[in-house]
Structures are given as structure tokens and as C-alpha cells.
């Protein structure tokens, strides 16, 4: 709809970054669970905003907040529940009506969730079997593999609301079944040209929100109809260890999504659950179970297309299998030419 979102991505790694910052040990097994998107940031040109992570000892749950158009000459006495306090204006200071302005109604909650530390890990493993998922696609032709694919691919999705930019688009391949996916992904070129420090910079994420965006892509291949989905809310996230660009330089990076249903195409729902598994060829990276993708209707109806936008629409799409719907295509929009016998 033409906004630019921050995205969701970018708030788990917020609370991970944050828990992994009060934490005294650097392997510290935690999961993020009941995890809820409940506004989106919008982000704007020249405009400033201001996030904040609360994180509610001891480690129970973390709350993510934003506002914009502060003050940049301010303190803050008391963190987000206190007020903002001009330095550069004395006065401030004695006026209880301008300091009372800045309450916590100016601030609007993004993301929430429990935290829980107590998970044995090596259970968790025992439930993805790195092995049984690649041998499961092994003998599936590839959905997208080569570069003019992966470009269909990513035209596909901006015309169904997903613009994203060369420093987001990293599919590399996908194989899938009616409700699963398994991919392969790539480091954007972009990651390629930045210098030393930069690159040094990226190394300090956990779960990096480009890369753990990337992973979202992959779950887009599957879900039917032209609408936007988003996801509103994710039941448990496992963070085991780090994903950035040089893991991904070092390490075949690869995306196993199964859906909770399968995804037939005949009717749209409103809500898709899945589960993510994002993992090397040697061990898992996260796990992330019962992500809720809910639909956002386009502004432009289906009905309202015309007979060839419909067909450039089914035609052009990267993730239908023409070959075993073209009868349908054909009865649906084709015009047929008949003999009849007629007496003269």
C-alpha cells in the first residue's frame, strides 16, 4: 500500500539483542514465546524514531515501543514512563503543564512476548532432523533456481504488495509441496560492497532482521490468491545460534517451512499457520513455530480485473504449475470453436 514498514523481523532481534544484554552468560538458552505484532511502524522520510525494549525481570517478558518527532535536546529521568526534559530551556524544569505533555501516551506498543529460559536444547534438536528434511526434497524439481526465475519471482510478489529492495532479495532456491517449502538462501550482493567496518557491524546481530526476512520469503511462494499476508503473531521462537553475513558466506543457509494445513489454492483462507526451521547443513540456526499469516486484502478486487489482467495474473506466476491447470485456464477464458451438422 505504498508504506515503508520496519520490520517485524527487526523487533525479534530486538528482544533477543536486549535479553542477550542483561544476560551474564553469552549461551544462555531462552526461547521467545506467545509473540504478538499489535501495530505497525511506519517509517517516513525525515522524520526521527525513537524505539525502546523493555525487558521485565526476571527475564519474564519484553514489551517494544516507538515514538517519533521527539526533542533531540532532551533527558529522560525515568526511561520511557518519565518525561522529556528540555536542556536547552530552564524553564521547563518549573512548568508542570509542558512537562506533563510527554507522557506514555505518546508512545505506541509494537511487539510483546513471554521470555522462557527454561528449554533443554538438546530436546529441541531431537525434534528437527537436519538429514530427514533435505532427504525428503532431494528428488523434487526446483520451483525457482536460476536468476530469471528468482526475478519473476520477486516481480511476482511487488504486485502483491512486497516491494522489496535488492538489500532484501536473497532466495536463491526453492522446492515445495502442497504445504511444504524448502529452501536455499544467499547473501544480497549488496552485503558484498560494504567496507570493513561495516561489515563488522552486521557480525553484532543475532538473528539479523535482513537475513531472518529473507527466511519470510520463502513461506510467500506458497500462499494462494493475489493479497498481501502478514504475519500478526508467532506461538515460540528457539534462538540457538547467530545468522549473519558471514555464517552465510561459510555455510549453505537453507529454510524448511511446513504449514500446519494443506494450502490448496481452490479457496483462500484468511489465516495460514506454519512452522520455520531455519538450520545449515550441520545445525539449526532457530526455530519458529506457529507463525500466523493473516490476509490484507488488495485494494484492487478481483473482480474488477479484466479478462487479460486475470490471465496475466494466473499465467505470469512464478509458483503455479501451468502445466497441470492449463485445461482449466482454457475452459475458464478461452473462446471454442464447435462444428455442428445442420440441415439445409
Known amino acids: 500500500q505504498g508504506n515503508i514498514l520496519f520490520p517485524g523481523s527487526a523487533f525479534i532481534e530486538l528482544a533477543i539483542a536486549a535479553i542477550n544484554e542483561l544476560s551474564s552468560s553469552s549461551n544462555m538458552s531462552f526461547s521467545l514465546e506467545n509473540i504478538q505484532f499489535l501495530s505497525a511502524l511506519l517509517l517516513k522520510k525525515n522524520e526521527i524514531n525513537e524505539i525502546h525494549t523493555i525487558i521485565v525481570m526476571p527475564y519474564q517478558q519484553f514489551l517494544i515501543y516507538s515514538r517519533c518527532n521527539h526533542s533531540k535536546d532532551c533527558v529522560r529521568t525515568s526511561g520511557i514512563s518519565g518525561n522529556d526534559i528540555d536542556t536547552n530551556n530552564d524553564e521547563l524544569f518549573h512548568n508542570n503543564k509542558i512537562l506533563n505533555e510527554y507522557s506514555l501516551k505518546q508512545w505506541t506498543l509494537h511487539a510483546q512476548g513471554t521470555i ?32 530469471n526465475e528468482i526475478r519473476k519471482f520477486y516481480s511476482y510478489l511487488s504486485r502483491r504488495g512486497y516491494n522489496y529492495g535488492s538489500y532484501f532479495q536473497g532466495i536463491k532456491s526453492i522446492k515445495r509441496t502442497r504445504s511444504k517449502t ?3 538462501i544467499c547473501l544480497p550482493s549488496i552485503f558484498l560492497q560494504l567496507n570493513k567496518e561495516q561489515q563488522n557491524d552486521q557480525e553484532k546481530y543475532y538473528l539479523h532482521p535482513v537475513l531472518l526476512d529473507i527466511c519470510i520469503h520463502t513461506v510467500l511462494s506458497i500462499l494462494p490468491g493475489n493479497d498481501t499476508f502478514v504475519s500478526n503473531s508467532i506461538e515460540k521462537i528457539i534462538y540457538y545460534q547467530q545468522l549473519t553475513p558471514k555464517l552465510m558466506l561459510n555455510e549453505n543457509v537453507f529454510i524448511y517451512n511446513s504449514f500446519r494445513m494443506p494450502v490448496r489454492g481452490v479457496t483462500i483462507e484468511e489465516n495460514y499457520i506454519t512452522d520455520i526451521v531455519i538450520f545449515t547443513s550441520s545445525s539449526i540456526i532457530a526455530n519458529i513455530s506457529g507463525v500466523n499469516f493473516r490476509q490484507i486484502p488488495s485494494n484492487e478486487s478481483i473482480q474488477s480485473q479484466t479478462i487479460f489482467e486475470k490471465l496475466d495474473n494466473y499465467i505470469f506466476n512464478p509458483i503455479n504449475n501451468n502445466s497441470l491447470d492449463i485445461n482449466q485456464v482454457i475452459q475458464r477464458y478461452c473462446q471454442e470453436k464447435q462444428w455442428r451438422q445442420c440441415h439445409l
Do not use: G, H, M, P
Open 116 to 147: 522462557n529460559t527454561k528449554i533443554d536444547i538438546s530436546i529441541q534438536n531431537s525434534l528437527n532432523n537436519i538429514n530427514l528434511i533435505l532427504n525428503r526434497f532431494k528428488n523434487l524439481e526446483y520451483l525457482i533456481e536460476n536468476e
Open 182 to 184: 524448502l529452501a536455499e
